[in-house]
């Protein structure tokens, strides 16, 4: 079996799988498992130019989706009068006072001589900056989280069409991966991971704390659908819609779901057909030549005169706004911002297990395991309890059968472990490997 067929027939099995859920459960499922198999097959894309092509090991996706979120409540959400502009801007003001500290600290360590002198001025900069940063900070937060914290208590949004924080996501977690390469990717890759890990777990933190930002817990509910999508209850009320929805034997609210996730797939399937051609040419780029190259031995690349830290920077940057392109489009299918969501099991770790699967270093390989790992994740669980009651049909009520129902909510787990372990041994470069 040659290659293509070989592809095209997992492309088939995976659509088949989707299309049966379509059948045996009901079609609203079957778009949901698409939509977020679109949106995995793009975050697996992201993880794939940082692994894939330059060997980065990075356990901070996590964290780089969570902005793309932040970055859809930013742009789209409404704005708060009470806090927009003064406050808003008195609060991004103290962070920019803030950012200036450290940049004249450094600025002053690189440029004073060894010495006394400049361990103290350091330290005065610091100091001076610290309490000047908190004043102007605290004081513009408390303001802002004053304001009908029942309902507001944050700075809102431009209320701006939510596509536009598409790309603006991308571009908020290109700015947080160029501090962190400029910082971690001097490290060894196992430290590098643990770094990168711990960041997202502090870029968590903030989302989840500070109110002002995006409410933290309290949530941000009711973001504007994506041009063209329109809500359910104004289809509802269209009568050439019901017209057409009665013609098919739908129901109204039925057909309105259907619809809007419909239009949902086509706008993550252009944004990932996109995506692909990028990352398609970037491979076959003499650019994409050279990184592999720095992959598979940085000595030798190095001393062919490749700037290694600064390649590794440029990927590690690019990987990351896919992934924040990816946590917007998210957010806004979810029309909600929900920090506590975001843990590292689903937005790293899973993430991880797509690309290995379907083949490290191959974009196509990628995508074909967004799809599939995304299926299993939502799919094993309902068919491990459907297994466990087949199985214990025929024993007595008691600890033995109760045990080994409940044991059916690790199913998802252990069938992603057992399916990581079978390809790594018979497949070991993934279902579709790199040529």
């Not at 102007?136 to 069409?161: C, H, K, Q, Y």
């Not at 870029?203 to 930002?213: M, Q, R, S, T």
């Not at 050279?290 to 190095?302: F, G, L, Q, T």
Request: charged content about 15%; some cysteine; proline content about 4%.
């Amino acid at each position: 079996m040659n290659d293509t067929l070989k592809n095209t027939l997992l492309f088939v099995g995976i659509a088949g799988l989707i299309i049966g859920t379509g059948f045996v459960q009901s079609w609203n499922s079957a778009l949901l498992i698409l939509n977020m198999g679109l949106i995995s097959a793009i975050m697996a894309l992201g993880v794939n130019l940082q692994w894939g092509f330059a060997g980065l090991f990075n356990t901070g996706i996590m964290g780089f989706v969570a902005l793309g979120g932040l970055a859809s409540v930013l742009v789209a959400a409404r704005p708060v009068p009470e806090a927009w502009p003064g406050p808003a801007f008195q609060a991004v003001g103290g962070l920019l006072m803030g950012a200036a500290t450290i940049g004249l600290a450094i600025l002053a360590w690189r440029r004073l001589d060894k010495g006394r002198t400049r361990g103290l001025a350091v330290l005065a900069i610091l100091l001076i900056g610290f309490f000047a940063f908190r004043a102007v900070f605290d004081a513009a937060v408390t303001v802002i989280e004053a304001n009908n914290p029942a309902s507001a208590g944050n700075i809102g949004g431009l209320g701006l069409p939510i596509l536009l924080s598409w790309p603006l996501g991308g571009v908020l977690a290109a700015g947080a991966a160029w501090i962190i390469g400029k910082t971690a990717l001097g490290l060894r890759s196992d430290y590098l991971a643990i770094a990168t890990l711990g960041i997202a777990e502090i870029i968590i933190a903030v989302l989840k704390n500070e109110d002002w930002l995006a409410r933290g817990v309290k949530n941000i509910i009711g973001l504007p659908r994506p041009w063209p999508v329109p809500l359910e209850v104004e289809l509802q009320q269209d009568p050439a819609f019901l017209e057409r929805a009665a013609g098919l034997g739908l129901d109204p609210t039925t057909a309105s779901t259907l619809w809007v996730k419909l239009l949902y797939a086509v706008l993550f399937a252009i944004v990932l057909a996109i995506i692909f051609w990028l990352a398609e040419r970037a491979r076959h780029s003499p650019w994409g030549r050279m990184m592999r190259a720095i992959r598979d031995n940085e000595v030798a690349a190095e001393a062919m005169g490749k700037d290694v830290k600064r390649r590794h920077l440029q990927v590690f940057i690019l990987g990351s706004a896919v992934c924040g392109i990816a946590g917007a489009m998210m957010t806004s299918m979810d029309g909600q911002l929900t920090p506590t969501s975001y843990q590292p099991l689903r937005f790293t770790f899973l993430i991880w297990v797509m690309v290995i699967i379907g083949g490290s270093g191959n974009n196509l390989g990628s995508v074909l395991g967004g799809f599939l790992i995304w299926f299993l994740w939502v799919q094993v669980e309902p068919l491990g309890i459907g297994l466990m009651n087949l199985i214990t049909s025929g024993l007595s009520d008691g600890a033995l059968k109760s045990h080994l129902i409940d044991s059916a909510a690790h199913m998802r787990l252990f069938t992603m472990g057992l399916l990581l372990l079978l390809v790594l041994r018979f497949s070991p470069r993934g279902l579709i490997p790199e040529k």
